[in-house]
């Protein structure tokens, strides 16, 4: 079993920042990937940004530049740096891990800004 529990998401003006966290505990012994997507009201999930465990990343191209995933030394925890937010933005964001050939999500944090 996999617990993925994230926090940080808020309420924040344009321009602003957040920082995102999530843990993943339980049996994430061969975890590959850490990401972040979100989802906005009416609209499919999307990716924000993934981080493999060897720390190569990929961003999608709305947030490149405003946006930094990290991980802990540890790799069990992710994080995601947003500034210059912009109210596009706003979304529930989804901590996701790959383990073993299997996806797991957590429950997501929402991220409204404001303009």
């Known amino acids: 079993q996999v617990h993925l529990v994230e926090s940080g998401g808020g309420l924040v003006q344009a321009g602003g920042s957040l920082r995102l966290s999530c843990a993943a505990s339980?049996?994430?012994?061969?975890?590959?990937?850490m990401g972040w997507y979100r989802q906005a009201p009416g609209k499919q999930r999307n990716l924000v940004a993934t981080i493999t465990v060897g720390g190569i990343t990929n961003y999608a191209d709305f947030v490149k530049g405003r946006f930094t995933i990290s991980t802990n030394n540890a790799k069990n925890m992710v994080y995601l740096q947003m500034d210059s937010l912009k109210p596009e933005d706003t979304a529930v964001y989804y901590c996701?891990?790959?383990?073993?050939?299997?996806?797991?999500w957590g429950q997501g944090t929402q991220v409204t800004v404001s303009s």
């Open positions: 339980g049996t994430i012994f061969g975890m590959n990937v």
């Open positions: 996701y891990v790959f383990i073993m050939g299997r996806g797991y």
